[in-house]
């Protein structure tokens, strides 16, 4: 099992986040020729230049979705692109949101995946994307407040209350200490060979 034990956090983070809280298949192994149900349909990687949401591009793309939006800051995109998102959207710009419902299509975002877990940064226009029917799994804790000489920061494990939802959006946290819970974790060690 020494293979396992250098599969990196980040990694299984995703995986968890894919399947037990956004619901999209990652058989393993993954079938010869196997495209997913949904493979055009837009899927939101909200922090795309953070560890975590570069395997997660790397991992959708892995699995034949070709519909992978991202933010990120500018000097990423050139990075993203490579590893298989479709369109690169600076967070820091102030049309994000507009630019981000202009390229996902008719349907919109149904699935985010949220690698920042901040409630301005990235919740707050997040629910502003999310529609009926979408789900939305945030890294957890939230970053409620920053610290600062100020004041101390504040977390918060609730995303459904950082943010006004849609009704019918289903936001999530990620808790992936958890992740022995799924049953891929089980089916991936009986067919790793130490």
Request: aromatic share 10%.
């Given at each position: 099992?020494?293979?396992?034990?250098?599969?990196?956090?980040?990694?299984?983070?995703?995986?968890?986040?894919?399947?037990?809280?956004?619901?999209?298949?990652?058989p393993?192994?993954?079938?010869?020729?196997?495209?997913?149900?949904?493979?055009?349909?837009?899927?939101?990687?909200?922090?795309?230049?953070?560890?975590?949401?570069?395997?997660?591009?790397?991992?959708?793309?892995?699995?034949?979705?070709?519909?992978?939006?991202?933010?990120?800051?500018?000097?990423?995109?050139?990075?993203?692109?490579?590893?298989?998102?479709?369109?690169?959207?600076?967070?820091?710009?102030?049309?994000?949101?507009?630019?981000?419902?202009n390229?996902?299509?008719?349907?919109?975002?149904k699935?985010?995946?949220?690698?920042?877990?901040?409630?301005?940064?990235?919740?707050?226009?997040?629910?502003?994307?999310?529609?009926?029917?979408?789900?939305?799994?945030v890294?957890?804790p939230?970053i409620?407040?920053?610290?600062?000489?100020?004041?101390?920061p504040?977390?918060?494990m609730?995303?459904?209350?950082?943010?006004?939802w849609?009704?019918?959006?289903?936001?999530?946290?990620?808790r992936?200490?958890?992740y022995?819970?799924v049953?891929?974790?089980?089916?991936?060690?009986?067919?790793?060979k130490?």
């Amino acid at each position: 099992m020494k293979e396992v034990v250098t599969v990196p956090n980040n990694f299984v983070t995703v995986f968890h986040s894919l399947t037990a809280d956004l619901g999209i298949g990652t058989p393993w192994p993954k079938p010869s020729g196997y495209v997913p149900e949904y493979a055009d349909q837009a899927i939101l990687v909200w922090g795309g230049g953070s560890s975590v949401g570069q395997f997660a591009i790397q991992i959708l793309k892995f699995y034949g979705y070709t519909n992978i939006l991202t933010t990120a800051s500018a000097r990423h995109h050139d990075k993203l692109r490579s590893y298989g998102a479709k369109h690169m959207l600076d967070y820091n710009s102030v049309s994000v949101i507009k630019d981000i419902l202009n390229v996902s299509g008719s349907e919109g975002v149904k699935k985010v995946l949220d690698c920042i877990g901040s409630k301005d940064r990235s919740i707050a226009p997040i629910a502003k994307i999310a529609k009926n029917g979408a789900r939305v799994a945030v890294m957890l804790p939230v970053i409620v407040r920053n610290s600062s000489e100020e004041h101390e920061p504040i977390y918060s494990m609730e995303v459904g209350e950082e943010a006004t939802w849609e009704k019918g959006v289903e936001p999530r946290g990620v808790r992936t200490h958890f992740y022995l819970e799924v049953s891929w974790v089980f089916f991936f060690r009986t067919q790793v060979k130490t």
